[in-house]
């Protein structure tokens, strides 16, 4: 395994050719909105360059800034993406998020270039 030091956080060569990689996660979030909690599935698709993500990373960024704050799914969605995009370069990312709060039914939200 080869480590590369990027911002302070470690990405791994892809020397494997990785080329796609799907990332499941989930946050315990509160809607401004819907004024509920509610749980935050969040799933990252990638296509790969030369870099793979720490996953440990984004487990981090995802228990910090995203888990126990008020945020409306949109700006999940914004967070996350700005974040992996940052964290390797992929070629393509998509970010898919959908929450289970008893405001509203089920909302799904994409982002991606």
């Known amino acids: 395994m080869e480590l590369i030091e990027k911002d302070g956080h ?3 060569k892809n ?3 990785v080329k796609r990689i799907s990332y499941h996660a989930n946050a315990f979030t509160r ?3 819907g004024k509920e909690w509610g749980r935050m599935f969040i799933e990252i698709n990638a296509e790969l ?3 793979i993500p720490n996953y440990c990373d984004i487990d981090t960024f995802i228990q910090k800034e995203i888990d126990n704050h008020c945020f409306i799914i949109e700006e999940v969605g914004y967070k996350v993406y700005e974040f992996v995009k940052q964290l390797c370069n992929p070629k393509q990312l998509q970010v898919v998020l959908h929450d289970e709060s008893n405001a509203f039914n089920t909302t799904y939200v994409t982002i991606e270039e």
Do not use: F, R
Request: proline letters at 8%.
């Open 10 to 12: 470690e990405i791994i």
């Open 15 to 17: 020397i494997y050719k």
């Open 31 to 33: 809607c401004p909105i």
């Open 49 to 51: 360059g030369d870099q």
